[in-house]
């Protein structure tokens, strides 16, 4: 009883901070020259998935490759949930119809770490350096690379568009970077008690590891990336909130690759339950999806547009009943 009180305050306490995160995210985007996307992809998304960091190396440090893995990558497949189902709320917005291309490359890079992530735990061949997987240093690499080349495209698109209008916000950006920053600590600290929690939920009530980190502990964490892509579209930020998402996909697999640093039993990527692949398989599904639908730039009528996000949703309760 005491590790579910645990898991839901926390996930109460993360849930509250990502509505702050996200207002803060979009006055940052409107009195910066940032703009909707990189704040997204580089602010909110960060921020939000900070509970995915903590609980993802707290489930290292006490050994649980299963939560570790299944929390990092399910936290992509219920991310790509919330997005789809928030696509169908705000159907007559057509969402992918009017975000900015350079979220394709986010997207790209996104489905390029889960492929070499799932690659790695159905292979299992995964070699250890520095008491780190080849896996993770492989990702780690081109997790940097990428946003950095995206960043770079990214900023001179900005430098061919008009000036950034000034935000009616009355409150300086110094407060604003500092509120911020604040709520991003609150939610970094709850991740530990979610992870930990989950972890005496696994050994007390006999659920497997690899569900509880794959649904519970994926869906709570990620409870503040919706909350704040929420409150993103409600003030009209689409690229804020489209940022988010991806970026939050792409953090998600980089916590995995922090995680393994702090894993002793060789490297994490090999170590969890096999399971896990149906996680990665379903994650590159849904991202390559999200692709395909990034690049259309019309649609006959609302039930052709909401078509794939019905699907999509589907696909989701599908991996539910898989792995259960």
Same mark, same amino acid.
């Given at each position: 009883?005491?590790?579910?009180?645990?898991?839901?305050?926390?996930?109460?306490?993360?849930?509250?901070?990502?509505?702050?995160?996200?207002?803060?995210?979009?006055?940052?985007?409107?009195?910066?020259?940032?703009?909707?996307?990189?704040?997204?992809?580089?602010?909110?998304?960060?921020?939000? %998935?900070?509970?995915?960091?903590?609980?993802?190396?707290?489930?290292?440090?006490?050994?649980?490759?299963?939560?570790?893995?299944? #929390?990092?990558?399910?936290? /992509?497949?219920?991310?790509?949930?919330?997005?789809?189902?928030?696509?169908?709320?705000?159907?007559?917005?057509?969402?992918?119809?009017? &975000?900015?291309?350079?979220?394709?490359?986010?997207?790209?890079?996104?489905?390029?770490?889960?492929?070499? =992530?799932?690659? *790695?735990? !159905?292979?299992?061949?995964?070699? *250890?350096?520095?008491?780190? $997987?080849?896996?993770?240093?492989?990702?780690?690499?081109? !997790?940097?690379?990428?946003?950095?080349?995206?960043?770079?495209?990214?900023?001179?698109?900005?430098?061919?568009?008009?000036?950034?209008?000034? %935000?009616?916000?009355?409150?300086?950006?110094?407060? /604003?970077?500092?509120?911020?920053?604040? !709520?991003?600590?609150?939610?970094?600290?709850?991740?530990?008690?979610?992870?930990?929690?989950?972890?005496?939920?696994?050994?007390?009530? $006999?659920? *497997? =590891?690899?569900?509880?980190?794959?649904?519970?502990?994926?869906?709570?964490? *990620?409870?503040?990336?919706?909350? $704040?892509? !929420?409150? =993103?579209?409600?003030?009209?930020?689409?690229?804020?909130?489209?940022?988010?998402?991806?970026? %939050?996909?792409?953090?998600?697999?980089?916590?995995?690759?922090?995680?393994?640093?702090?894993?002793?039993?060789?490297? /994490?990527?090999?170590?969890?339950?096999?399971? #896990?692949?149906?996680?990665?398989? &379903?994650?590159?599904?849904?991202?390559?999806?999200?692709?395909?639908?990034?690049?259309?730039?019309?649609?006959?009528?609302?039930?052709?547009?909401?078509?794939?996000?019905?699907?999509?949703?589907?696909?989701? /309760?599908?991996?539910? &009943?898989?792995?259960?």
């Amino acid at each position: 009883m005491l590790s579910i009180i645990i898991f839901f305050v926390t996930a109460i306490i993360s849930v509250f901070s990502a509505i702050k995160l996200s207002t803060y995210a979009d006055m940052i985007s409107k009195q910066t020259r940032l703009g909707g996307m990189l704040a997204g992809t580089l602010l909110l998304a960060v921020a939000t %998935s900070l509970p995915e960091l903590t609980a993802t190396v707290s489930a290292a440090v006490i050994g649980n490759a299963d939560i570790a893995i299944g #929390n990092g990558l399910g936290s /992509i497949i219920f991310n790509f949930l919330v997005l789809f189902l928030l696509d169908l709320y705000f159907r007559k917005q057509r969402l992918f119809l009017r &975000v900015s291309d350079n979220h394709f490359h986010t997207g790209l890079l996104s489905l390029g770490l889960v492929v070499i =992530a799932g690659l *790695s735990i !159905y292979f299992q061949l995964d070699q *250890s350096s520095f008491g780190i $997987g080849l896996t993770s240093w492989i990702i780690v690499a081109v !997790y940097f690379i990428g946003l950095s080349l995206i960043s770079l495209k990214q900023r001179k698109d900005k430098k061919k568009e008009a000036d950034v209008p000034e %935000s009616e916000s009355s409150m300086s950006l110094g407060k /604003i970077a500092a509120l911020f920053i604040f !709520y991003a600590g609150i939610i970094f600290f709850s991740g530990s008690g979610l992870s930990i929690s989950g972890d005496w939920m696994a050994s007390t009530t $006999g659920i *497997s =590891a690899t569900v509880v980190g794959s649904l519970l502990i994926a869906i709570a964490t *990620s409870l503040p990336d919706a909350v $704040g892509v !929420y409150v =993103a579209l409600r003030k009209a930020n689409i690229n804020l909130a489209i940022g988010a998402i991806l970026g %939050s996909n792409l953090f998600n697999i980089f916590v995995v690759t922090v995680s393994d640093g702090f894993y002793r039993s060789g490297s /994490i990527w090999i170590s969890g339950d096999s399971m #896990n692949i149906w996680t990665a398989f &379903v994650g590159c599904l849904l991202t390559f999806a999200v692709l395909l639908l990034l690049k259309r730039d019309k649609t006959k009528n609302a039930f052709t547009y909401s078509l794939p996000s019905l699907l999509a949703i589907f696909s989701y /309760i599908l991996f539910t &009943v898989i792995i259960l």
